[in-house]
């Protein structure tokens, strides 16, 4: 019941700012919990995908920021549609773990957000992703489903971001946003291993090259050969900061041994 009334107030207004092109739900299981993993460019995705995803008759259950939960009225409705909330660094952080597990056993869809935020990539491809969802994946042995968003960033771009839609909000006139699905990530090979921390990173590299393939597929361009991730990324910079200081002082700046920080 709470699912169709969040459905009726929030479809009008996708719709609204959206031409939808939906494609993949073919590839959607028809039955038994699966694993939603989605690519994230802008901060209104999780409401379009919720749309694709509750057209598909599958409607998700999403891991979304705690904060959210706390806003009037959309923390009420995201509790009442079963939608789980992630406390990042604190000791409730694991609940969103187990309750995710939960739900896949329960047989619903569970959608993650691998990479955690908003892609920090210059070109919004997929960045590195966190090992949640491969964690999940594996001990349960639910399927994967790759999904990848276009379009979203040029209605509300990531962080203002000067480019892609001018680094402002463009509600109007409607612009067309891509929803779509892969074929299930093939996670057979690690099926029975441990978890360690080289099989967890190797399953979520998969997943997120899956997601990038569907992406890539979308916008009918080649993909980056290195993916962005933003701990090197802040490594680099740091580095790049304390060379500028040492250059300011006329020290010899030392070697920092990075690469391109893609």
């Known amino acids: 019941m709470w699912y169709r009334f969040a459905a009726v107030l929030v479809k009008p207004v996708t719709t609204a700012l959206v031409k939808p092109d939906w494609r993949g739900w073919e590839h959607l299981p028809k039955e038994g ?27 998700p259950r999403i891991l979304g920021k705690s904060s959210l939960f706390s806003i009037p009225f959309i923390g009420f409705m ?14 409730d952080a694991a609940q969103a773990f187990r309750a995710a597990i939960d739900a896949v056993n329960g047989g619903q869809c569970v959608q993650f957000y691998p990479e955690g935020t908003l892609t920090r990539d210059p070109d919004l491809w997929p960045m590195t992703g966190k090992s949640g969802v491969a964690r999940v994946a594996l001990m349960t042995g639910a399927p994967v489903i790759p999904v990848a968003h276009w379009g979203a960033h040029e209605i509300i771009p990531p962080y ?31 099926r029975g291993q441990e978890l360690t921390a080289q099989v967890l990173a ?25 993916r962005y991730d933003m701990r090197k990324a802040a490594r680099q910079r740091a580095a790049a900061a304390l060379a500028e200081r040492r250059r300011a002082k006329g020290e010899k700046p030392a070697d920092s041994g990075e690469g391109t920080g893609r």
């Open 160 to 190: 203002g971001r000067a480019g892609y839609g001018k680094g402002k909000f463009n509600l109007f006139p409607r612009h067309r946003v891509v929803v779509a699905a892969g074929p299930a990530v093939d996670l057979s090979k690690y």
């Open 33 to 59: 919990g699966f694993i939603a993993a989605v690519n994230h460019n802008s901060i209104i995705d999780p409401v379009i995908y919720a749309h694709w995803q509750y057209n598909s008759g599958r409607p």
């Open 202 to 226: 190797d399953a979520t590299e998969d997943i997120m090259a899956a997601i990038t393939e569907v992406l890539a597929d979308i916008r009918g361009e080649q993909p980056p050969a290195e």
């Open 78 to 91: 995201l509790r009442k549609t079963g939608q789980i909330p992630v406390f990042r660094e604190s000791t």
